[in-house]
């Protein structure tokens, strides 16, 4: 597949449905808790749920907001908010009352499609809480696809609003959908993912990682680019399939690699972490896979050596939400190196350079920020043009905040977030090389640096580390790094953990980390 003649004969996320469902009208496309649809049938969803939106008014550039775990109403809502040229907003079951309120206050949708209730959790009732800080819109639940569709089409109908074919109101909108940053260094900002971005950054996953006739394992968060590029459109715009898996768990998630056939394998670390240590990981069970890649975080040399038993290709990549995800990929024969202490290459597909405080390239060795521009890049902040402003060079780079270094080899080495180098008595230290190394010890699991308050040095270094042996020492962990670090970069403490909290989306949450680490138990 040529990913320029790919994207160019596309102008919406959905279209991909329109095309396979004339070509491969038979084809597997969406399996769920053992049901199962075809291009066809789904696509017909699609249609029926476009035009149930239309009838209620809902017009090009409108958001329509989701409160859902990954499933295939998702992807109906998703992909019939592009047909019609709305915009779609995920919101996060994990979400409270006060965070539902605030996306609504900030993307202000004209409709909250919900799911009723999961695992005891009642979703709409959390939609109504919100609604005393918030005016609500209109609101639809459900709890099957049947359901979604019905509560759709039992919508009040808007004839002043509504338009004879949803089809005449795509061109209003560049934006398929926003996606609220996950809010590691902050308060989340709405980014505006364009049609041709998501479509532009699936193909060139198609290109890197897909066999013929891709097959994913859903389960990252709706409101989430993992979700909505990595695990659906990258296995669709192939004329792949997607299995959706509501909850997380290893065992599950094996499960269903191995009896739903999944053959492309794309997590974050820390749920690989657990995969590999789950009982029921077996190499010689998952060797039907075509390619493993880990995205949004470094992996450790325990999980990787885990995961190079089952024999297949695997990758690493980077990016983030206002780059439409990925942005680098390391090579189909990467050395276990490259896989631990870079992110790959930057893909040539895409525009990304890493640059100085000045704005200039740097040279190999150097660290600086790493910078995008391009069609992959989102389309600012909704709403709020002065954070878009801040996000971009006079120039029109991208400044995404992460720190970096080109390699001689040509990958490039994460060296951390802007906002997490850690100033030490006048010497910067990046907590990813001291993490880096941390990791090759045996008995460590996961570890985050930080940088905690140091009455005579600003900040001083600190790790905190889950172990998968309880007889490590701080002892032998310290002289690890003084044999192989700068002093000023040895951690002053190390404190253990049973396990990192997360964010939403799997990644760990390393401000909560930072914000425990004080009060943690040094591990002695």
């Given at each position: 597949m040529n990913v320029e003649i790919k994207v160019a004969n596309l102008a919406r996320i959905d279209e991909d449905f329109e095309v396979y469902a004339k070509h491969s009208p038979e084809a597997p496309c969406i399996s769920f808790e053992g049901?199962?649809?075809n291009w066809s049938g789904f696509n017909s969803l699609v249609?029926?749920?476009?035009?149930?939106?239309?009838?209620?008014g809902v017009v090009a550039g409108d958001r329509i907001a989701l409160?859902?775990?990954?499933?295939?109403?998702?992807l109906m809502v998703l992909m019939a908010a592009s047909r019609i040229g709305a915009v779609y907003v995920g919101l996060n079951p994990r979400y409270k009352a006060d965070e539902i309120a605030e996306a609504v206050t900030r993307a202000t949708p004209s409709l909250i499609i919900t799911l009723?209730?999961?695992?005891?959790q009642d979703f709409l009732a959390h939609i109504r809480s919100a609604g005393d800080s918030v005016a609500l819109p209109l609101?639809?639940?459900f709890d099957s696809v049947e359901t979604c569709l019905a509560s759709l089409q039992a919508l009040p109908a808007n004839s002043a609003r509504a338009v004879d074919s949803p089809l005449t109101q795509t061109t209003a909108c560049t934006a398929a959908a926003i996606v609220f940053t996950s809010g590691t260094t902050g308060k989340p900002k709405a980014a505006m993912l364009t049609h041709r971005g998501?479509?532009?950054?699936?193909s060139v996953q198609h290109l890197r990682l897909n066999p013929p006739l891709p097959r994913y394992l859903c389960n990252l968060p709706v409101n989430h680019v993992g979700c909505l590029m990595n695990l659906s459109l990258a296995a669709l715009v192939g004329g792949g399939s997607i299995v959706f898996q509501q909850r997380f768990s290893a065992a599950t998630s094996l499960q269903l690699i191995r009896n739903e056939r999944v053959n492309c394998w794309l997590q974050v670390p820390a749920m690989f972490h657990e995969c590999v240590r789950d009982p029921a990981f077996d190499p010689k069970a998952l060797c039907h896979l075509h390619s493993i890649c880990i995205g949004g975080g470094a992996v450790s040399v325990q999980t990787l050596a885990k995961l190079r038993q089952i024999g297949v290709p695997l990758f690493v990549e980077y990016g983030q939400t206002e780059t439409t995800s990925s942005g680098t990929y390391s090579d189909a024969d990467a050395s276990d190196e490259v896989l631990t202490q870079s992110i790959g290459r930057f893909d040539t597909h895409f525009e990304f350079r890493i640059a100085n405080a000045g704005n200039m390239p740097c040279a190999i060795g150097e660290v600086g920020e790493i910078q995008a521009r391009g069609p992959l890049i989102f389309d600012g902040y909704f709403a709020d043009p002065d954070a878009t402003s801040e996000a971009f060079s006079a120039d029109g780079w991208l400044h995404t905040g992460d720190l970096a270094q080109l390699r001689p080899d040509g990958n490039v080495a994460l060296q951390g977030r802007s906002k997490e180098m850690i100033k030490s008595g006048g010497y910067n230290v990046y907590p990813r090389e001291v993490e880096q190394l941390l990791e090759t010890h045996p008995g460590i699991a996961q570890v985050v640096v930080v940088g905690l308050?140091?009455?005579r040095y600003g900040e001083t270094v600190h790790a905190v580390v889950s172990c998968s042996d309880a007889t490590v020492k701080a002892g032998e962990l310290k002289d690890l790094c003084q044999q192989k670090l700068a002093n000023y970069k040895v951690p002053k403490s190390f404190r253990v953990i049973p396990a990192f909290p997360l964010l939403a989306n799997g990644?760990?949450?390393?401000?909560g980390t930072r914000a425990m680490a004080s009060e943690l138990q040094a591990l002695g």
């Open positions: 049901r199962h649809w249609e029926q749920v476009a035009h149930a939106l239309s009838a209620c409160l859902s775990t990954p499933r295939p109403e998702y009723r209730s999961f695992e005891g609101v639809a639940s998501l479509l532009l950054a699936a308050p140091d009455e990644k760990i949450d390393r401000v």
